[in-house]
């Protein structure tokens, strides 16, 4: 027993909770303390390296906070113009077939330059995932309104709240494109908690293994936090989140077609 005891090799393997998948890579995240962008990542990584395909997937990063993807993600990626993603993976995954080919994007770059490239992807359906990540804030540029913020919400270019008379309505994308022929799976997660965190994961997982099976196009929206766009500590903002985002953006299934 105490040699058992006394084994490091044992006692690492008996203890370990979580260990970094190699397919993030060492390059510190560039993203604010507190956002969701990097547990995003980290689960899209972890996903293709469970599923071992990490040669045969390409992605696309965007324009926007997570426009510096490609030096975090150790797979082969390939940088769009803004909001030009979806129109890219289109050509790659016609190019290479046999690929997985996925897009990451935020509200302003899938939602509002490159809305006509998100919605005509998912009309023809595209056999692709798109993963959304949704703070319904410009956060890179300085936290402008998007097509996504809230009625009421205050942002730099709107600074006493959206006013949906002058400003129009947030755009739910997610319910939108859900209506298309060409998506098999839509479906709204977070990030927020370990239980979110694995719903989020096997929503993830899904859309890769939909790929696979050749079923279309796979939307993921993950509805995350601003904590500096919405001047609020960490802990403030996913309360904030959870409180105001998720009424108007409830989390859950939209679209589930096993045909």
Not at 137 to 146: D, E, F, L, N, R
Not at 151 to 164: C, E, H, L, N, W
Not at 167 to 185: C, H, R, S, W
Not at 222 to 245: L, R, Y
């Amino acid at each position: 027993m105490s040699e058992f005891i006394s084994n490091p090799e044992i006692l690492q393997a008996e203890n370990l909770v979580y260990k970094r998948t190699e397919l993030m890579t060492e390059k510190a995240l560039s993203y604010c303390p507190g956002c969701g962008h990097g547990t995003a990542h980290r689960l899209i990584m972890e996903v293709i390296e469970e599923m071992g395909i990490q040669s045969e997937t390409i992605g696309i990063a965007p324009v926007g906070c997570s426009v510096l993807a490609y030096d975090f993600m150790n797979i082969d990626m390939q940088q769009a113009a803004h909001g030009r993603a979806p129109a890219l993976a289109t050509a790659i995954k016609r190019l290479l077939p046999e690929k997985f080919v996925f897009t990451y994007q935020g509200d302003g770059d899938l939602a509002a330059i490159g809305t006509a490239e998100t919605l005509h992807a998912c009309n023809r359906g595209e056999n692709i995932a798109i993963f959304f990540i949704n703070n319904g804030i410009y956060g890179m540029t300085g936290g402008q309104m998007a097509p996504t913020t809230l009625p009421g919400m205050k942002s730099s270019t709107s600074p006493f709240g959206r006013d949906i008379h002058t400003m129009g309505n947030p755009l739910k994308i997610t319910e939108l494109v859900a209506q298309l022929p060409g998506t098999i799976f839509v479906t709204r997660q977070s990030v927020h908690t370990p239980g979110a965190v694995r719903k989020a994961k096997k929503a993830i997982r899904k859309a890769f293994e939909n790929q696979k099976l050749n079923k279309g196009l796979s939307f993921v929206e993950i509805v995350s936090n601003c904590n500096s766009g919405w001047k609020m500590t960490p802990n403030q903002s996913n309360e904030w989140m959870v409180e105001n985002m998720f009424p108007f953006y409830p989390i859950g299934d939209i679209k589930l077609n096993e045909k």
